[in-house]
């Protein structure tokens, strides 16, 4: 790690924090797979926190800092040994890098020593091996973060609000009922994460009994929570990710495409994300890619894909496998946001066909952009893009390469209905995605009536 390890001391909190006073605060804390994250897009911490943009967090800082409120972002990362401060460059935000606890990093270095003799029956091999997982994988989701060190750097920080990604976590669980304990006040956001096994916890009706409140990017997911855990809905906030309209708005296709030396006849489909087969619906994407190619044999079509991450390899199999042409692959995750910004206007069409994502900014940064939307009918993004005479893409169903076929070869026929679906996502886009108005509702919901200190 290029960050220079140190222990932070009391007079450098304090010499930190005299800066900011009488300026709210809160802290957001990322999920456990933080360095599986990074890892997967080719990132590292001093890329992260000098460059990284694109994720929901920096966005709620930038619609924070809108409204007056210092963000600070807690990572727990096994790549540092001790609590590490810096400042996220393009947002301001803090960022805290924090070593997972020891009793996390003992048990997670363990390994099985319950393997039976040979001459043992193989399903009481098979059981002792499960029981052995669930047992690891229970008390890691537990002890991953470390509480003390957590809470002690917010204190520290005068955050007296912590957001945790993912309330179906164990990590929201005991943050909420940390909270209760040091009087702050918790909530948690819904990113797409699945719930874990009845059994991984054991405490979540409790923590959403105690939690200050939970911010839903999904109407869909509001109503599952409500019925599932009895949740009130005073307590509950249709909270969707912001798009920054200095970086991310309409302009010129013929300028975009000139810069980036593609000619005007072309037919342009275009997506932008992490490379992730299953979860973001890329094998849906690539078939039905070959599909509209066969249909169209004649036409001259582009398939442009940014971004990297886990299943690049097999990402990359696959397009030669089923021998796909007219796909243009920027292998990387791009920093330069001007960059994406001028693939986003040279392009026709934009397809985003996830199996999972709650509210994904890539789809707003489309929608911002001018482009007609092509989505599966998941989560919150059908709150984006609406329905009916109002809507401004098209959803199809999730794992339906054929509707996604259809849908790219109707917009990339009809330029009339592509143009206006896309005058509606930009106005949509500006008028209840922006950095002001999201900025304005997170802080309603975290300041409230109280005011923080």
Known sequence: MQIAEQSVSNDYFDACTARREG?????ILFPDCF?????ELGVSLTEFSQRMMGCWAFSYAQALSSAGVQTVLFCISVQVSVPVRTVHQPTGAIIYFLPPSRLYRLFSNRRSNTTPESQSPRIVESILMRTWRYLRRLVATHVDTPLSSLFEAMK????????VQEYESAR?????LFGRLREVRVFGTFQGGVPNHMLLRPLRRLSMWFCSGLLIPSTSEAERVMKAYRFPRSKLSLVYSPVDRDIFYASSKEEARRSLRIPMSTKIVMYHGAISLEYKGLDVLLEAWNRLSLTLPNEDMRLIVIGTGDDSSRFSHLISTKKLKGIHWVKHWVQDRELI?????SADVYVFPSRGDACPNAVIEAMACQLPIIASEVNGIPDLLQKGASSCGSLVPPADPCAVAEAMELL???????????QRACIRARENFSIE???QQLSHVFLGSQQLK
């Open 35 to 39: 360095d599986n994250w990074l890892l």
């Open 412 to 422: 990339l026929a009809d330029r009339s209905l592509a143009r206006e679906l896309g």
């Open 156 to 163: 520290r920080e005068h955050c007296q609000v912590l957001l």
């Open 172 to 176: 929201f669980d005991l943050c909420v």
């Open 341 to 345: 910004r001028r693939y986003l206007c």
């Open 437 to 439: 108005a999201v900025g």
């Open 23 to 27: 300026v709210p605060a809160v802290a």
